[in-house]
Nanobody, 128 residues
Framework: QVQLMESGGGSMQAGLDLRLSCAVS????????MGWFRQAPGKEREAVAR????????YYDDSVKGRFTAYRDFIEKTLDLQMNNLKPEDSSMYYC?????????????????????WGQGTQVTVSS
């Protein structure tokens, strides 16, 4: 079955960098739409980055644009999230999600795309 496994979370001071990784198994990596989401206690889940794996099209939320970058690895079948200049407001549980592309790459990175596979999450805590 399809599995997503996040790694790389931790606790750190503001201004530092951190890299999360999501390993994919059980499906064809290049056929996926993938995303990184985060959810803090008492807040709604929000999309941080959405990626069309095949052509690399990507959407970033305004709150992370210029600081976060998503990287694809077709050999390791991972989607990494490089997070630079972390801020306390980036503190959250981060989740990796995926779903078969099924349509256009633009639909893949749109808000309406429905992800059907989710990882268990990795915690990121940033102190000021």
């Amino acid at each position: 079955q399809v599995q997503l496994m996040e790694s790389g979370g931790g606790s750190m001071q503001a201004g530092l960098d951190l890299r999360l990784s999501c390993a994919v198994s059980g499906t064809t990596y290049s056929n996926l739409c993938m995303g990184w989401f985060r959810q803090a206690p008492g807040k709604e889940r929000e999309a941080v980055a959405r990626v069309a794996i095949d052509n690399g099209a990507v959407y970033y939320d305004d709150s992370v644009k210029g600081r976060f970058t998503a990287y694809r690895d077709f050999i390791e079948k991972t989607l990494d999230l490089q997070m630079n200049n972390l801020k306390p407001e980036d503190s959250s549980m981060y989740y990796c999600a995926a779903g078969p592309i099924g349509g256009s790459w633009s639909a893949c990175i749109s808000e309406g795309f429905e992800y059907i596979y989710w990882g268990q999450g990795t915690q990121v805590t940033v102190s000021s």
